[in-house]
């Protein structure tokens, strides 16, 4: 079945510096990939995404890209602000016509000022 | 626009009871999901209805756990004769359905079984 291996928390960095998430999957036929992210007292929301191999995702100053050879969904942002600090999940989704998403558990990232 | 709600937003019961949790999708929204997710750990997929039938049932833990969505709309996830396993955040996330839709989800309800 489909797998999702995050890379393991928590995550502490300061103001501007490099981030990178590892993210890799495992799955049959051609998934969506996702990165939700889960803001303190906040619901999950929706912070990238990349539907086909090759594609790059890219929001709020984080990007990742879909790289089918390696299975993975890196997530990566050049320069973290004390507000990017939350809970990010990677996730993949079924496809075909049942779109469940498989979710990694999670890194917590803390930005510190 | 209105996002997904779900209520209550906390359940408190002790275990042996019957529990109803209700999700209210986005309006349009004709997918619609409902995950599990304990503490530490992602969210995990429990049930899956497009329109007012439930296409894939396949994460639901046992016959204790039942969902339906008789209109198409509104979602109701039932749980009979609670442990203190069950106890978890339980999410309902809606969505259009076709190719990296995304998935938008609602804040929630806390389960604790006492």
């Known amino acids: 079945g489909n797998s999702v291996t995050q890379m393991e928390g928590p995550v502490t960095l300061s103001e501007e510096a490099f981030l990178t998430i590892n993210c890799t999957y495992t799955a049959t036929g051609y998934p969506s990939l996702f990165w939700y992210v889960q803001y303190p007292g906040e619901g999950l929301q929706l912070l990238l995404k990349?539907?086909?191999?090759?594609d790059k995702g890219s929001n709020k100053g984080f990007e990742a890209t879909y790289r089918k050879e390696t299975t993975s969904f890196h997530l990566e942002k050049g320069s973290v602000q004390v507000s990017d600090s939350a809970v990010y999940f990677c996730a993949l989704d079924s496809g075909g016509s049942n779109y469940k998403l498989t979710f990694g558990k999670g890194t917590l990232l803390t930005v510190n000022p | 626009g209105a996002g997904v709600s779900q209520t209550p937003s906390n359940k408190v019961t002790e275990k042996g009871k019957y529990v109803e949790l209700r999700c209210d999708p986005i309006s349009g929204h004709t997918a619609l999901y409902w995950y599990r997710q304990s503490l530490g750990q992602g969210p995990e997929f429990l049930i899956y209805?497009?329109?007012?039938?439930?296409?894939?049932d396949s994460g639901l833990p046992n016959d204790r756990f039942f969902a339906v969505r008789p209109e198409g709309s509104v979602s109701t996830l039932k749980i009979q004769r609670t442990e203190r396993g069950d106890s978890a955040v339980y999410l309902c996330a809606s969505s259009l359905s076709g190719v990296g839709r995304e998935q938008y989800f609602g804040p929630g309800t806390r389960l604790t079984v006492t």
């Open positions: 209805f497009q329109g007012t039938g439930a296409a894939d």
């Open positions: 990349a539907t086909k191999a090759d």
